[in-house]
């Protein structure tokens, strides 16, 4: 299957940081548009952020902004979300996808219901709990 595939999630306390990474499985993402997403149990997708092939543009939720950080290594073929200054609300799975048009954006990122996106993957766990 041609997916992503996520890792670094686990149990942190408030304050604390995680870094994750998106290592793509089975395609190159040298061209595409990377993004990060969030669900947690009973509540709607957020997007996270999105970054652009050369990284040189980067888009963030409003919810996070200033506090976690995307970039990529094209090289190692993985994405990366540096989480900051985590909290209980960030709680969630957290995922990475394709999104072809993330850079259309003026400001912030946002998950749409009717989006284009591609190779989910499984996801990763946060907890941020003391």
């Known amino acids: 299957q041609l997916q992503f595939v996520e890792s670094g999630g686990g149990l942190v306390q408030p304050g604390g940081s995680l870094r994750l990474s998106c290592a793509a499985s089975?395609?190159?993402?040298?061209?595409?548009?990377i993004a990060w997403f969030r669900q947690a149990p009973g509540k709607e997708r957020e997007g996270l952020s999105c970054i652009n092939p050369t990284g040189g543009i980067t888009l963030y939720g409003p919810s996070v902004k200033g506090r976690f950080t995307i970039s990529r290594d094209n090289a190692k073929n993985t994405a990366y979300l540096q989480m900051n200054s985590l909290n209980p609300e960030d709680t969630a799975v957290y995922y990475c996808?394709?999104?072809?048009?993330?850079?259309?954006?003026?400001?912030?990122?946002?998950?749409?219901?009717?989006?284009?996106?591609?190779?989910w993957g499984q996801g990763t766990q946060v907890t941020v709990s003391s």
């Open positions: 996808a394709v999104d072809p048009f993330c850079t259309h954006y003026t400001d912030h990122y946002y998950y749409s219901r009717s989006g284009e996106y591609d190779y």
């Open positions: 089975g395609f190159t993402l040298e061209r595409l548009n």
